[in-house]
């Protein structure tokens, strides 16, 4: 059971403070979905196997044992938070990371595993 105050008591300036600083409801809606799509392991699975490099829908099925077309709907998620992009050659489609920041996020992510 998490530690709650003995007695209520609100500080009037720090809630002030807190809710000046708090983002629009719209972000923080788009960004409980971006945390949403990165709760799911086989998303996570993904998003590490293209931390260095991009790959194609059918190496992202060899890689985490699903079929191309369950890969393709957990893609179409990632693409649609803006966690992944894509790019076609020829008939292939590669994915990467959306940008250095999904990068980053993951990077901290395993640190903070590992401590």
Do not use: W
Request: with cysteine.
């Amino acid at each position: 059971m998490a530690e709650v105050c003995k007695v209520y008591e609100e500080h009037l300036d720090k809630i002030i403070e807190a809710k000046k600083k708090l983002p629009d409801d719209e972000t923080i809606l788009e960004v409980s979905d971006f945390f949403d799509a990165l709760g799911n392991p086989t998303r996570l699975k993904i998003l590490f196997a293209l931390l260095e490099d991009e790959l194609c829908t059918c190496d992202l099925s060899n890689i985490t044992g699903l079929s191309v077309s369950a890969i393709s709907h957990q893609l179409r998620i990632l693409k649609d938070r803006k966690i992944v992009t894509y790019r076609k050659d020829g008939k292939n489609v590669f994915y990467r990371l959306d940008d250095e920041h999904i990068r980053e996020i993951l990077k901290v992510a395993l640190k903070h595993m590992e401590e």
